[in-house]
Nanobody
Framework: QVRLVESGGGLVQAGGSLRLSCAAN????????VGWFRQAPGKEREFVAA???????YYTDSVKGRFTISRDNVKNTVYLQMNSLKPEDTAVYYC???????????????????WGQGTQVTVSS
């Protein structure tokens, strides 16, 4: 059974940083694309960043230059380093895995097969 567990969320002031982690059980992440999505209150879930099996990355425009997605294959974990956080980054952040091996980073939610439970990020002004 595949399980994704996000951690690292919390409350931070604007301009601060957080690092989110997505750890996988029952699945080796190294050969699959992994994405981060977020859902703010009253809004639809949206794409944030993705990383391919070969470490190609893709970001939504609003986080480019501030967020970095990376993976540690030894720890079977994907990270989202978030710097220069803004109040509009407040949301529940989800990681997801596309079980199509050796494919590129994906932005569509429908491409992803496994989802974590989410971790709350709150940025105060």
């Amino acid at each position: 059974q595949v399980r994704l567990v996000e951690s690292g969320g919390g409350l931070v002031q604007a301009g601060g940083s957080l690092r989110l982690s997505c750890a996988a059980n029952g699945l080796t992440l190294s050969t699959y694309p992994v994405g981060w999505f977020r859902q703010a209150p009253g809004k639809e879930r949206e794409f944030v960043a993705a990383i391919s099996w070969s470490n190609s990355t893709y970001y939504t425009d609003s986080v480019k230059g501030r967020f970095t997605i990376s993976r540690d294959n030894v720890k079977n974990t994907v990270y989202l380093q978030m710097n220069s956080l803004k109040p509009e980054d407040t949301a529940v952040y989800y990681c997801a895995v596309d079980r199509t091996p050796l494919s590129g980073p994906r932005a569509r939610q429908s491409d992803y097969d496994y989802w974590g439970q989410g971790t709350q990020v709150t940025v105060s002004s």
